[in-house]
Every structure is written in C-alpha cells, then in structure tokens.
C-alpha cells in the first residue's frame, strides 16, 4: 500500500532523507522511531506531497504521489502531532468540512456517530473546537480518516504531549483501523508506543534507515537496548 | 467549483462567528449609510437653494424692465449648474471649480478660468466622501481582514490538513476571494440600494438623464475594485512567509498606489506640462482681441474693414444710410472675434489639461485607486470633463445671449441711438431659461477608456494570478 523506494530528499549540500526504502502493507502499522532530524517528518512530507523528492519515488497503493498527488491523496488520512482544526466551528462542522474537501458525502448523522465511535464526548461534538483538548482534535482526526475510508494514515508522532490514558485511547484506535486494513506509518519517538501499538519499527538516524524489525519477534528490552546503540553509535 | 464553495462556506462560517469582524463592519456600513443620509439632506438643501436661486435671477431678467439691449447683455444673469444626487456620493471636483457662473456681454466669466487659478495638486485628492471611503478606505478594511487569510492557516497548521485532503492550492485561494469578496459585498450593497433608491429623486430635474444606469455602473465599479483588492490580499497572504510580512506588503501597496501615485501623477502632469499663470493667460487673451490673431489686424483695423464691408454691401457712403444700425453689427462681431480669441487661448489651455489628465489615466494601470477615482467621478458627474461640458453650454447660452441682444438692437435702433432705444420683455423672453443637461454615462465613460482598460486588466491579471499557485512552498 506504502512504498519508498530510493526515497532521497537533500536540501542543498544537507541530506535529509537518505535512499529511504520500505514497504507497508495493509494491516500493517509501521513505526518510525528516532531523535530529531532522523528524516521521520521528512518521509511523512514526501509521502503527503508537500515536498518533491530530490530522487526516487513515494507510492500510495502503487501510485507516485507527485505524479497523482490529488488521486493519492484521496487515500489517505494526516495526523500531526499537533492536529489543528478551525477554531470557530465545531468538531462536526470541522469534520463535514474536511469531509466535504475529500469528496465524501455523508450525512450529519453518520458524521456524529464517527466522531462518537472515535471517542469524542458527546457533549462536545456540536460545541465549539476552541474548547477541545488536544486528545479530541486527534480523535476528529481520527474520526475524518474513518470518513473518508483512508486506505492510508500518516502520523506525524501523534501521541506527542498526550496524557497516558489519551495516548492508549489514541493507539486503541489505530488498532481498530489496523482491523480495517488501513495502512498506517507513524514517526514517532514513543518506544513503548511503538512497541505497543506497531507492527513493524524502522529506526532511523540521520537521513538513513538504520534497521527495520517485526514486533512481534522483538521485545521492549531489545527494542530499547537496539536504539539507544544506534543512537550512540 | 464544489471545493471553492466549501472553501468559501467555511470562510464565511468561521467569520461570521467573530464579534469584532461584524463590529467593525457594522459600523463602516452604520457610518456609510449615516453618511448617504446625511449627504442626502446636504444635497436637498444645496439643490432647493440653486432651484430658488435660479428662479430668482430668471424673473429679474424677465422683470429687469425696458432697456437698451446692450445694457441688457451687461446686466447679464447668473446661471447655476445643479447638483445631482450622484455628487453627494463623489464631489469629485465640484467642490474646486465651483457651481455658477456670471453671464454677460464681451467677456466669459471668472468661472471658466477657475482651474487655472487653481489647478494645484490639492484638487487631485479631493475630499473626505462616501467614494473616498470606499477607495481609500474600504480596501484598508480589506487587508486587515485578509493578511492573516493564508498565514495564520499556515502558522497555525490547519493548511497542512486542507492540502492533505487533496484540494487544489488554486481552490482554497479562489473560496478565500470569493468569501473575502461576499463580505466586501455587505459594506458595499447595502450603500448602493440606497443610493439608488434615492437616485429616483433625481429623475425630477433631468441633469443626469440616466442616474439609475450610472448608479448600477458606480456599483459594477467598485465591485470590480473590491475583487481587485481582495484578491491582490488574499494573494500576498498566500505568498508570504508570515503575517508581518503579508500586512507590510499590503500596506506599502496601499500607501504607493493610493497615496503617492496619485500625489506624484499630479505633481509630475504639473511639471510636465505647467500650465500658463492667470496674469499671463489673461493678457494673451487680451492682447490677441486688441491686435488680432494670425495677421486679422488691431481692432480699429478690424472694426474698419467690417464698415467699408457694410458700406460696400449696401451700396452706400456713411453708416446712418445702412438700414441697420452698424453699431449693432459692429458690436456683434467683436463678440465672435473675442470668442475666436477666447476658444483658441481655451483650446491651448484644455489640451495642457488634458495632458496632465492623460499622466493620471496612464498610471491607473499601475494603481487601481486612479482608475476608479476617475470613473466614479465621471460616473457622478463630477468629473473635470462633466465641468467642461457645463462651462461649455453656459458658453453656449450666453453667446446666444449676446447675439439675440446685438441682432435687436442693429434690427431695431437706428445707427447713433442709445438711450433712446428700449427693448422690452418680449426680447427678455425670447431668451429661454437656461437648463443644464449632461451628457450619457456612456459618453462619459468614452473619456476614459484608460481607466476602463486598466481595471480590466487588473480584474484580469488577479484571476491569472488565481490559476498560477499550484503548491505551496514551507508548508
């Protein structure tokens, strides 16, 4: 579903992201774990379009997203670390603007029941967006990708400045979407997140992709002992 | 098409829930529309004056009693242009050249040589109206309540979502100037319905024959400047790297092509091409009537060779064998001698002017404020060649004036008779009452094909510049 292959991005002589190669599948949730700088936001930029690679390709479900940037984008679903919506509408009039952006059309009613199902209160869903914590912009943001059916969810580290119980909340549903097959890659400097939630971890340093591991075949131990070696290296 | 509506919806959602945006524009339109009030009550009063006024001076001609007709033409009569109700929109230069002028024999009054007393840079810039409001003002009002239009999405991250939704840079730019534009609409519509509800009124008194067609005109005008102008905004929003940034530019455009062009378009037309001193203006005038133009003689000569043409004519050897009275003849052409000597020295005078105009005609295609302040003043008959053509059919009125006068008195006294010869009020009445009408918007508007092109071009060129963005840089 997501594929880089030689994903190179250089700004100038400083090379941001370094013949990136990965493949994530659907079902899969790919965690990209490193310091700042690594290249993390960088691959979800490349990924989004907002930045054209120096070289090599960015594929959303076998397309290149700067020759099908309105196509691949019909795919997928952007969370960043700190989702901003509009401030004077509330979260369902946010949702039905975005949704209406992405060429969904669904009713008001099915549009409170995605935000209800994603974990917004109630109470909140017809006020105001000013008054949301952080946790419930995510869930809108959550909300909007189960609207438009995203085959794709980009996440720029997304649980960042969260409290634990929003932080689980939020991977709980990421699970959820993982169920639907939905393909996910998030940046994330979250170990136990990324341990937690992913299926698969690269760990990147530098621009370059250091090592890429299963889960389920690694524990929180290892996984930690293994990135704070490449850290130090 | 969708997008830009849903672009344009959220707009107009998100400012419609801000207190202090509808603040602000309730009281613009509170203070516009105080304005047409008052400026309504300002213009009825003005318009009752000149009505009376007009009235008054046209029964002490009728009742001016018997004379000899050229004491008539030298008792003379005022005539008054009236005020249309488009003028308490844009005074335009009303205000500089003045609403009346003094008809008698010999000489045109004062009035039409007003602009060359006072043809300084001042009269450029007119004066605080509901048109400046709009040309100055409003577009203020629009750059503070565009800069942050793209900026603040960008600082605050929301233009991440909405281009990850897959929407077009060109869509979002577009709803934004189409949410922008509507609002701009609200200060704007509200104005005009009532200017053009009050406008009925002056279907009463004619001058302006078509003021509903140039009322709807004024409003197409300044629509386009509105779009112009929001467009241009939200343009520099999207092109800037942040809100300082965006607001500087805005308001250096501003500042350059609403103050100091039109500034420098005056000063520059006037040092290009300076127009001739009063003094001298009038001693050429006078010195041509007294020597001729182009080798016709002094006037003694003139006046000479005019006797021993009459004298030839008719076969006769002295002036009080003509069956006319000469000095009659003799006084009507010194009139169409000084009025060749007039229209020549006029006609310099007005192509000096017409350069100067040119210079500010030219520059509306680098500042939109000059080509609508030209067209709002031509469209409210206040412009300068509304003044021309009221100077010129008072002109023309009072030649005839004259004319009737001179005729009647070489028809109907006999050479050497003055005093004893009395006109009554059958020669006072065959003078109709002067009635001003200007000419038709379409005509005014062929004046100023210029500012027409140039605001086209520029409504033009902000809808290139809406087509152009394709991605955003530092998103």
Not at chain 2, 68 to 92: M, N, R
Request: aromatic content about 12%; overall charge neutral; proline content about 2%.
């Amino acid at each position: 579903m997501l594929e880089a292959i030689d994903l190179t991005k250089k700004y100038g002589g400083f090379t941001a992201l370094d013949s990136l190669n990965l493949t994530v599948d659907e079902g899969d949730i790919f965690c990209l774990l490193g310091a700042n700088g690594a290249g993390k936001s960088t691959t979800i930029n490349l990924f989004l379009n907002f930045i054209e690679p120096t070289s090599g390709r960015a594929l959303i479900n076998g397309l290149d997203v700067t020759e099908h940037a309105r196509k691949t984008k019909q795919w997928l679903s952007y969370i960043p670390e700190n989702l901003q919506l509009y401030k004077n509408l509330t979260g369902l009039e946010n949702l039905e603007f975005f949704c209406g952006l992405g060429g969904v059309g669904q009713d008001r009613d099915a549009l409170e029941s995605l935000l209800l199902k994603s974990g917004l209160q109630k109470d909140f869903v017809h006020q105001r967006v000013d008054r949301y914590s952080k946790g419930m912009r995510q869930k809108v943001g959550i909300a909007l990708a189960r609207a438009k059916g995203a085959k794709v969810l980009l996440l720029d580290e997304p649980t960042s400045g969260l409290d634990p119980k929003a932080s689980n909340e939020f991977s709980e549903l990421l699970l959820e979407m993982k169920d639907q097959k939905v393909a996910t890659l998030m940046a994330t400097h979250d170990l136990f997140r990324a341990k937690d939630t992913g299926t698969h971890i690269g760990i990147m340093k530098e621009g370059t992709l250091l090592e890429t591991m299963e889960t389920s075949e690694i524990s929180f131990n290892d996984l930690e002992s293994k990135y704070l070696r490449h850290m130090h290296a | 098409m969708g997008t830009v509506f849903l672009m344009a919806s959220k707009e107009i959602k998100n400012m419609a829930r801000q207190r202090t945006l509808w603040t602000l524009l309730g009281v613009v339109i509170g203070l516009m529309l105080l304005g047409l009030y008052t400026g309504h009550q300002v213009y009825r009063q003005q318009k009752l004056m000149v009505d009376r006024a007009s009235d008054q001076k046209r029964t002490e001609w009728l009742e001016q009693g018997e004379k000899h007709p050229h004491i008539a033409a030298h008792y003379g009569t005022y005539v008054f242009k009236p005020k249309t109700i488009l003028s308490l929109f844009d005074h335009g230069l009303d205000t500089y050249t003045g609403t009346s002028v003094y008809l008698e024999a010999h000489y045109p009054h004062e009035f039409m040589f007003r602009p060359v007393q006072g043809y300084g840079g001042a009269i450029r810039f007119g004066e605080l109206t509901a048109a400046l409001v709009l040309q100055l003002l409003l577009p203020l009002l629009i750059i503070f309540i565009t800069f942050q239009s793209f900026t603040k999405e960008r600082e605050t991250g929301t233009l991440r979502l909405l281009i990850s939704q897959g929407v077009s840079v060109r869509s979002i730019l577009m709803g934004k100037v189409v949410a922008f534009t509507l609002v701009g609409f609200i200060v704007l519509t509200p104005f005009f319905i009532g200017l053009y509800l009050l406008s009925g009124e002056e279907s009463e008194n004619q001058v302006i024959t078509d003021v509903g067609l140039r009322t709807v005109l004024l409003f197409g005008i300044y629509a386009l400047y509105l779009f112009v102008f929001t467009g241009f905004s939200v343009w520099v929003s999207l092109k800037s790297s942040s809100a300082r940034n965006a607001l500087l530019t805005l308001l250096t455009f501003w500042m350059v092509t609403g103050v100091i062009i039109p500034k420098t378009a005056a000063n520059f037309g006037e040092t290009l091409y300076p127009l001739p001193s009063m003094k001298a203006f009038k001693e050429g005038i006078h010195s041509d009537i007294a020597n001729g133009m182009d080798g016709a003689g002094s006037r003694l000569e003139r006046e000479a060779r005019l006797k021993e043409d009459y004298l030839a004519h008719y076969g006769v050897t002295s002036l009080d064998q003509l069956p006319l009275n000469f000095e009659g003849v003799r006084m009507q052409e010194g009139e169409e001698y000084s009025n060749k000597v007039y229209d020549a020295h006029n006609d310099k005078l007005y192509a000096r002017f017409e350069e100067q105009n040119r210079i500010g005609s030219l520059l509306a295609f680098v500042a939109p404020y000059m080509a609508v302040r030209n067209l709002s003043m031509a469209m409210a008959g206040t412009d300068w060649y509304s003044f021309n053509d009221f100077t010129a059919k008072t002109e023309t009125y009072r030649r005839n004036l004259i004319r009737t006068m001179n005729r009647d008195m070489a028809e109907n006294s006999r050479y050497g008779e003055f005093f004893e010869y009395k006109a009554d009020e059958k020669l006072w009445e065959s003078i109709e009452d002067f009635r001003y009408v200007s000419f038709t918007a379409q005509r005014a508007l062929s004046f100023y094909r210029a500012e027409l092109l140039a605001l086209t071009l520029w409504v033009l060129w902000i809808l290139f510049l809406m087509t152009i963005p394709r991605k955003i840089k530092n998103l």
